[in-house]
């Protein structure tokens, strides 16, 4: 699996959006890039995944660049309790059910009143 | 998220003891997973089952058991709980592996062995 490159850590404004970054630069065509949050004290929750198109749903959107070697998730109007941890993972489409999510360092997104 | 609840929510054990912690969901998601998660080395696979029966091991599964009786419950046994195991476990589920790895987490089983 690609290696992903995220900032430690980011601050966003009360209601302002909140764009976090994802390099992964040795993508290969047949990986996904996924995007899971894990909030303090809780597991781990998937917010979006994409290959090449952006994509959007109820929580977020989803911008990968054209080349695919780097992609932003995007929160609209982030609120306080989208304080947490956000992971970027990419993978490749497998049916292996033995596959296990790899969860790097992350970005620690502060989001301030 | 897939209606997932892990029993229980915290458990302080001593070394030695057997310890058993169960994950419940609601969904009839057919895979079923069991992670650990450490300072340092993120989530980590331990078991888990691609069915009523059936289940494999993942990268950390020495010291531990399972089992998965019912498609809605995967327990997770500890056979002789060391301190090396205190650690936060997490169960999730995923519908079928279609290619996609849309997994979801329950809420998590913090223990800590003395």
């Known amino acids: 699996d690609a290696k992903t490159t995220q900032p430690p850590s980011m601050d966003c404004a009360e209601g302002r959006a909140a764009n976090l970054p994802c390099n992964h630069s040795?993508?290969?065509?047949?990986?996904?890039v996924y995007w899971y949050r894990q909030i303090h004290s809780q597991g781990p929750q998937y917010i979006i995944h994409?290959?090449?198109n952006n994509e959007t749903n109820e929580m977020a959107s989803l911008i990968i660049t054209e080349d695919r070697k780097s992609s932003t998730l995007i929160l609209p109007h982030a609120t306080l309790r989208d304080t947490a941890v956000y992971y970027c993972?990419?993978?490749?489409?497998?049916?292996?059910?033995?596959?296990?999510?790899?969860f790097g360092g992350g970005t620690r997104l502060m989001v301030k009143p | 998220d897939a209606g997932i609840t892990q029993s229980p929510r915290h458990k302080v054990t001593e070394t030695g003891t057997p310890v058993t912690l169960r994950c419940h969901q609601t969904e009839n998601h057919r895979y079923m997973y069991w992670y650990r998660q450490d300072p340092g080395h993120g989530l980590r696979l331990i078991h888990y089952s691609y069915g009523v029966k059936d289940t494999d091991k993942g990268e950390v599964s020495d010291g531990y058991s399972v089992s998965r009786s019912k498609t809605e419950d995967f327990l997770l046994t500890l056979e002789s709980a060391t301190s090396s195991q205190t650690s936060v476990y997490f169960c999730a589920t995923k519908t079928q592996p279609s290619g996609q790895e849309t997994q979801y987490f329950g809420p998590g089983t913090r223990l800590l062995v003395l």
């Open positions: 994409g290959l090449k």
């Open positions: 993972i990419v993978r490749v489409a497998t049916n292996n059910a033995g596959n296990m999510l790899t």
């Open positions: 040795t993508i290969s065509g047949n990986e996904y």
